[in-house]
């Protein structure tokens, strides 16, 4: 079992850090890893499903596999859909040649649409795809737990 606890704002929501990859990328994805695929993520109870950003589709060069209808407080709309795979950040050991990054995470490829983030701190939407395969809490004094 894999556990993710981090203390977040409770204005903001909880927001961490998340690995994201393009799909054809499997059990390898560490040799790929650079600073084009980190992103901070929120854990959002209301999304059903992981969704990403424009800011993600455009360092990650993803290619739309289809369209399909994403809806929010505005309203929905048709919008490109895009494969991937994602990653929790579990942890950064100094080595040698620089910094070992633990991640951790479902391996099984996602289809998520892309929002309009609209500038908020956030590129990635963590939503109940996810955080249904495990628990998930948090709590108004800023702490949070995801075990899967």
């Known amino acids: 079992m894999s556990i993710l606890s981090f203390k977040y704002n409770p204005g903001s929501g909880p ?17 790929i890893l650079g600073k084009n695929n ?36 505005t309203g929905a709309k048709d919008v490109n859909v895009y494969a991937f795979r994602i990653g929790f950040v579990m942890g950064r050991t100094a080595v040698s040649s620089g910094v070992e990054t633990r991640i951790e995470g479902p391996q099984e490829i996602l289809r998520g649409h892309e929002f309009e983030n609209h500038r908020t701190d956030f590129d990635v939407l963590i939503g109940r795809d996810i955080l249904c395969k495990g628990h998930f809490s948090m709590s108004y004094d800023g702490n949070c737990l995801f075990a899967w």
Do not use: M, Q, W, Y
């Not at 927001?15 to 040799?31: D, Q, Y």
């Open 15 to 31: 927001i961490t850090s998340i690995c994201v990859f393009p799909a054809e990328f499997g059990h390898e994805k560490e040799k």
């Open 38 to 73: 980190f992103f901070r993520g929120l854990l959002d109870t209301r999304a059903d499903g992981t969704d990403i950003s424009p800011n993600v589709v455009e360092k990650l060069k993803l290619n739309p596999i289809g369209k399909g209808e994403l809806g929010g407080v």
